[in-house]
């Protein structure tokens, strides 16, 4: 049995009309796309096949810097070992030669006295390097061998002290390290400041001792096609911040809020609260300056990610002012308020 015709136009239909309804623009889900710079400052970034491996050997010094802490102690143990192991070979010999390892021979000067053994020779030989001086072997005038080598070994300790203290220290000293009271928020903002569009983060320092000549950069990392077809993965884009400093110096004292005006000079210009959310962009945020108690440039890093973002909110205020003291309330640093 046929099915009857309905009297209705198929243009009038529900699927008619619906397909006629205009749609709404449908975005793209975003991509999970790795980060650049990670939220606690490193940089997410891997060097393969680099066939030019020399050239770390020759800048040994930061090389030994910039290995893990368990790679130094390693090294630093191996190197001592290693000297006190040739240097007690070299007396060793030094005794052998003068014969003074014969246990026939009774009478007669020795070049290094009580050093009978490779056993004992290591034992002067670490004594003599580390300038213990037990007081049981010493060497005397007969042999100038013995001399020389002890001269010889006290120059290599030196050196060697001299190499691996420098390097525990700038492990210890290292700028990274006063990086970490340097803070930022969790989150960053967009909303209305002083009738301009801005996008705000908030930055602070947990030490007193201050920051001098503290400057704040941003830069917009994103995947970009030039008009030409060239594809450029990682697009550096500089960022300016407002400051009333025309050096853009910030006097970290309390908590500052960085603001950057979006503009038509903005790459953030032409994103929308909803176009925002399905962008692939990452905001990367960079705090240096001198720490005034060393000296030493320090750099803080982060990165805001879309997600990160928060459209329409500002942050809450934290300054107050108390029995004529201002007080800072970090438990309320990152918090944010919807405007």
């Not at 884009?237 to 110096?249: G, K, L």
């Amino acid at each position: 049995m046929l099915a009857r015709k309905s009297i209705i136009p198929e243009e009038f239909s529900v699927p008619g009309l619906a397909s006629r309804m205009p749609r709404k623009p449908v975005f793209r889900d975003r991509v999970n796309k790795a980060r650049f710079i990670a939220k606690n400052g490193s940089c997410n970034l891997a060097h393969k096949n680099i066939r030019e491996q020399g050239r770390f050997l020759q800048d040994v010094f930061t090389t030994l810097v910039d290995l893990k802490w368990r790679f130094t102690l390693v090294i630093f143990t191996t190197t001592f070992v290693s000297s006190w192991l040739l240097f007690a070979m070299s007396w060793w010999l030094v005794a052998f030669a003068h014969g003074d390892l014969d246990p026939e021979r009774q009478n007669g000067t020795h070049c290094v006295t009580d050093v009978k053994s490779f056993t004992s020779a290591f034992l002067f030989s670490i004594e003599v390097q580390v300038t213990i001086g037990f007081g049981g072997r010493m060497i005397t005038e007969q042999c100038p061998t013995a001399i020389t080598v002890l001269i010889m070994q006290n120059i290599v300790g030196l050196i060697i002290n001299a190499v691996m203290l420098g390097c525990i220290f700038m492990k210890t000293a290292q700028s990274n390290r006063r990086a970490e009271t340097l803070i930022f928020s969790r989150h960053a903002v967009i909303a209305v400041r002083n009738n301009r569009l801005c996008f705000m983060i908030r930055i602070g320092d947990l030490r007193k001792s201050m920051i001098i000549g503290a400057t704040a950069r941003l830069q917009v990392v994103r995947k970009t096609t030039t008009p030409e077809g060239e594809v450029i993965p990682i697009h550096q884009i500089d960022v300016q911040t407002e400051s009333a400093v025309a050096s853009n110096s910030l006097f970290l004292l309390a908590p500052l809020i960085i603001c950057h005006i979006i503009d038509k000079n903005s790459p953030l210009y032409d994103l929308s609260a909803m176009e925002l959310q399905c962008s692939d962009l990452e905001v990367i945020v960079i705090l240096e300056g001198v720490v005034e108690t060393t000296g030493i440039t320090t750099q803080a890093r982060t990165s805001y990610i879309s997600e990160e973002i928060q459209w329409g909110h500002r942050f809450v205020p934290i300054v107050t002012e108390e029995e004529g003291v201002y007080s800072v309330d970090y438990s309320k640093f990152g918090n944010t308020v919807r405007v």
